[in-house]
RNA sequence: GCACCCGUAGUGAAGUGGAUAUCAUUACUGACUUCGGAUCAGUCGUCGGGGGUUCGAGUCCCUCCGGGUGCACCA
C-alpha cells in the first residue's frame, strides 16, 4: 500500500510541476494521523519557495479521488499529507489473513535461497548458563525470520569440545576423583570446570599440568584421559540437548571443534603468505587493515579458534551444500576478532568470507556485573527455566486448573523467557532481572500467549451459539485493532532486514493490547449482534496473527493457558 | 592508551531526521447481574552536559562526562 502512495505521490509532483524529491511513506505514530502520512511538501518547499501547506493542498487535490483504498486525505501539522485506509480495505484484509492461514506474514525476499545460521555454539563441559538463553533466542529468532522470507534454513550449532578450557574441566575432574564410570552431572562438570579454570590462573604448577593436559586431550594419547573425556563429552551433550528441546530449537547439524581443527591448521599452514610466523606461532597481521593481530596457530602449533573456524566455514558447504548466506550469531564481545577472522578468510575463501555476517549481540549481565564460568559465577539456564516454570504452575492453579500441565508450564515459562531477552534491541546488553522474568503481567510473554487463548475461547463459545467469522455484515466503523492487523507482515519484513526480532516483539504486543481494548468495549459472540459474525472475523485474524508472530520468536502459542 | 557499542520517567524498554517523545512496571484511583481479571480505563513521572548541521534533532556531526566490550598464543 505505501508503495501506491508513493507512486501516486510521485506522480502528482510531475503533474503539477514541481520538483523531485526524496519524501518519506511511514504510518503515523497516532491513528488520528491517519494510516499513512507523507512529507513531501516540507521536502520540497524550500526549493519551490512556498510554505508547505501551500504545496500540500496542491498535492491532496491532485490526489483527490485518485487512489483505491484511500477515502481521506488530509493536511495537517506543519505540512504533513495524511492519508486514511476506507472501511473496505480492514475488512479485505482481515479476510486476506484468515485465508492465508499459517502462511499469513510470509514473503517470498529470500524463495530458493539457502541460509546457514549459526547460533547457541555451548561449549561441552561447560555450564549452559542464561547467557546461551539469550544468544539461542536470538539466533532462533533470526532462523524463523529467514524461514518467513521464504529462505531454506539450515540451523548449525557449533561445539568447543577441545580446547584449553576441556583441559580445565578434565584436570579439575580428575582433582575432584571423577572417574570415566562415576555417575557425574553436567553441573558436577561445571564445578570441575571453575576449579581448573582457578588453578591454572592461581597456580603455576597446576598451570603446566593443564597445558600439557590439553595436548595428550587433542592427541588421545592416555587412555584414562580419552575415556574420561569422552564421558564428560557425552554427559555434556545430552544435557544440551535436553535444554534445545526446551527452547525449541532443532540443528539440522552439529560442528565440532575437534572436527574444524586438523583442517584449520592445514589452511594456516598452506597459506604462509596471509598468516606469517611469529614467536613460534603462525598469526594474521590485523594491523594492515586497520584491525589487531591475532594468533592462528598457537606456539604449540595448536589451532586456535581462529583457525577452526576458518575451516568451519568450509565444512559447512561440505555438510549442508553450498550456500547463499551464512550467518554466525554470537555475544559481542567477539565482535573485534570477528572482523579480523573474516578478513583473513577473505585471502583465503574469498567467495565464502563474502556471505558470512557476524552478529554480535548484546550480553546478559548479572546484577553483580559480569558472568563468569570460571568462577562458577554463573545461573544455570536449565534451573532458571525450572524456577519461571514452577512460578507459572503456581499462577495456573490460582486461577483454577486443578492439574497444571509440566509441558504447559514450560511453555509459558519459555514464552516469559524469550519475550524478555528479545524484547529490546539485540545489540544493547540486558540485566537479568528474575523478578521481572517471573512476573506475566503487563508487558510479557504469558499476556500474548493469554491473549491468543482467550480469542480461541471466545471463537469456541461463537462456534457454540452458530456464529461464524464472517464478513456479510459489517459495521461502519473501523476498530482500531483492524488498523494494525495488516502491519504485520512489513513488520516481518523489517525485522529480517534489520536483524531486529525485537521489532516483532513490539508489534505483538501493540496489536494483543488493541485487542484486549476491543474485547473490553465489544461484546464478540453475542448472537443478538449483528456484526458477531465480523468481529469473530476480526478476532480470528488476530489469532492467526499473534500466533504467527509468536512463532517467528520460537513462543508456542496454546489455546488454553 | 587505542578501537567499537551504549546513556530516554524510580525501574526495564520503544522511537527508518518529523506532528503533543510511546509502552510496560512501580505508587495511587476506578471497572465484572456481561464472551478467561495473566484483562481494561485513569492519575503521577523522562531524552547525561555543552556546542553545531537542518524548515524540523532523542535520532546526524564535534566535544565533555558516565557505563560496557575488545586489544598475541582462551573461546
Not at 52 to 68: D, H, K, S
Request: aromatic residues 10%; charged residues 25%.
Amino acid at each position: 500500500m505505501d508503495s501506491v502512495i508513493r507512486t501516486a505521490v510521485a506522480e502528482a509532483l510531475e503533474t503539477l510541476g514541481l520538483p523531485e524529491a526524496d519524501f518519506s511513506i511511514e504510518h503515523p505514530h497516532e491513528f488520528n494521523h491517519g494510516d499513512f502520512a507523507c512529507n513531501v511538501a516540507m521536502v520540497v518547499s524550500k526549493e519551490v519557495g512556498q510554505a508547505p501547506r501551500v504545496i500540500a493542498e496542491q498535492i491532496v487535490t491532485e490526489l483527490f479521488n485518485q487512489i483505491e483504498y484511500i477515502d481521506r486525505i488530509e493536511i495537517a501539522g506543519p505540512g504533513f499529507i495524511n492519508f486514511f485506509l476506507s472501511r473496505d480495505f480492514f475488512v479485505a484484509e482481515t479476510n486476506r489473513i484468515i485465508s492465508a492461514g499459517e502462511s499469513w506474514g510470509r514473503n517470498d525476499s529470500w524463495e530458493g535461497k539457502k541460509v546457514i545460521v549459526e547460533y547457541t555454539d555451548a561449549n561441552p563441559f561447560k555450564e549452559f548458563h542464561i547467557g546461551h538463553l539469550f544468544t539461542n533466542a536470538v539466533g532462533e529468532s533470526i532462523a524463523r525470520l529467514f524461514m518467513m522470507a521464504g529462505a531454506d534454513v539450515k540451523r548449525v550449532c557449533y561445539q568447543g569440545d577441545v580446547g584449553l578450557h576441556v583441559a580445565h574441566a578434565i584436570w579439575g575432574m580428575q582433582k575432584s576423583g571423577l572417574t570415566a564410570t562415576s555417575a557425574f552431572t553436567a553441573k558436577d562438570l561445571g564445578k570441575a570446570y571453575a576449579v581448573g579454570a582457578t588453578a591454572y590462573k592461581n597456580d603455576e604448577t597446576a598451570k603446566a599440568e593443564i597445558i600439557a593436559l590439553n595436548k595428550i586431550i587433542y592427541e588421545r594419547s592416555d587412555d584414562s584421559v580419552t575415556a574420561l573425556y569422552d564421558a564428560g563429552r557425552t554427559v555434556s551433550l545430552e544435557y544440551f540437548e535436553s535444554i534445545y528441546k526446551l527452547v525449541d530449537t532443532q540443528f539440522s547439524e552439529y560442528f565440532f571443534e575437534s572436527e574444524a581443527a586438523g583442517e584449520g591448521k592445514s589452511i594456516v599452514l598452506a597459506h604462509p603468505e596471509v598468516f606469517p610466523q611469529s614467536d613460534g606461532a603462525y598469526i594474521f597481521e590485523g594491523e594492515k587493515y586497520g584491525l589487531h593481530t591475532r594468533v592462528f596457530l598457537n606456539n604449540q602449533g595448536l589451532p586456535t579458534y581462529e583457525a577452526k573456524e576458518l575451516a568451519l566455514a568450509k565444512l559447512k558447504e561440505e555438510r549442508l551444500g553450498a550456500y547463499d548466506h551464512s550467518v554466525i550469531s554470537t555475544a559481542k564481545e567477539i565482535n573485534e576478532y570477528f572482523k579480523v577472522l573474516k578478513t583473513a578468510m577473505g585471502f583465503v575463501y574469498p567467495e565464502l568470507a563474502a556471505k558470512t555476517e557476524h552478529i554480535g549481540h548484546g550480553m546478559v549481565r548479572l546484577a553483580t556485573g559480569k558472568m563468569s564460568s570460571r568462577t562458577g559465577d554463573v545461573i544455570s539456564a536449565l534451573d532458571f527455566i525450572e524456577d519461571v516454570a514452577h512460578s507459572a504452575k503456581e499462577k495456573m492453579v490460582a486461577s483454577g486448573v486443578v492439574t497444571p500441565s509440566s509441558d504447559l508450564a514450560h511453555d509459558i515459562a519459555m514464552a516469559a523467557i524469550k519475550y524478555a531477552t528479545l524484547r529490546g534491541n539485540i545489540l544493547q546488553d540486558s540485566i537479568f532481572d528474575k523478578e521481572r522474568a517471573l512476573s506475566f503481567e503487563g508487558d510479557s510473554g504469558p499476556y500474548l500467549q493469554y491473549t491468543h487463548a482467550r480469542i480461541c475461547s471466545v471463537l469456541d463459545r461463537a462456534r457454540l451459539a452458530g456464529i461464524e467469522p464472517s464478513r456479510k455484515q459489517v459495521p461502519d466503523e473501523t476498530y482500531l485493532v483492524e488498523k494494525t492487523l495488516y502491519r504485520f507482515e512489513e513488520i516481518v519484513m523489517q525485522a529480517l532486514d534489520e536483524r531486529a526480532p525485537h521489532k516483532v516483539v513490539g508489534y505483538l504486543t501493540e496489536l494483543a493490547a488493541a485487542f484486549n481494548t476491543f474485547y473490553a468495549h465489544e461484546k464478540i459472540a453475542d448472537p443478538s449482534d449483528t456484526y458477531a459474525a465480523y468481529k469473530c472475523q476480526v478476532a480470528q485474524a488476530v489469532a492467526i496473527t499473534l500466533k504467527n508472530g509468536l512463532f517467528v520468536l520460537a513462543i508456542k502459542a496454546p489455546n488454553r493457558l
